[in-house]
């Protein structure tokens, strides 16, 4: 079975960075758009950012804007997200997520596959 497989999460102090990491598992599989989500204990799922995989356009929350980076390496299939002056409130497990249509699609059910999430806890 064809599914995104993330890495990179991990615990680090207020203003600290990571970069999360997702490649296809398995075969390559047919997609437009790349994107990762969000979800904190107690809260639902969120958008944090995207990516059309054929031009490179990106797409953020207003929350991460200016710290957080969406990029892909084509010749991987991996798809990344830097993270930059963490906060608290970035606390989360992050989800990669693909999708098979040209918007840049902010809905989480508008994703066809979902990887297994890594945690990532930013202490304060």
């Known amino acids: 079975q064809v599914q995104p497989v993330e890495s990179g999460g991990g615990a680090v102090q207020t203003g600290g960075s990571l970069r999360l990491s997702c490649a296809a598992s398995?075969?390559?599989?047919?997609?437009?758009?790349m994107g990762w989500f969000r979800q904190a204990p107690g809260k639902e799922r969120e958008f944090v950012a995207a990516?059309?995989?054929?031009?490179?356009?990106?797409n953020y929350a207003d929350s991460v804007k200016g710290r957080f980076t969406i990029s892909r390496d084509n010749a991987k299939n991996t798809m990344y997200l830097q993270m930059n002056s963490l906060k608290p409130e970035d606390t989360a497990v992050y989800y990669c997520?693909?999708?098979?249509?040209?918007?840049?699609?902010?809905?989480?059910?508008?994703?066809?596959?979902w990887g297994q999430g890594t945690q990532v806890t930013v202490s304060s």
């Open positions: 398995g075969r390559t599989f047919s997609y437009d758009v």
């Open positions: 990516i059309r995989w054929s031009t490179g356009v990106t």
């Open positions: 997520a693909a999708r098979q249509g040209f918007r840049i699609a902010i809905r989480g059910n508008e994703y066809d596959y």
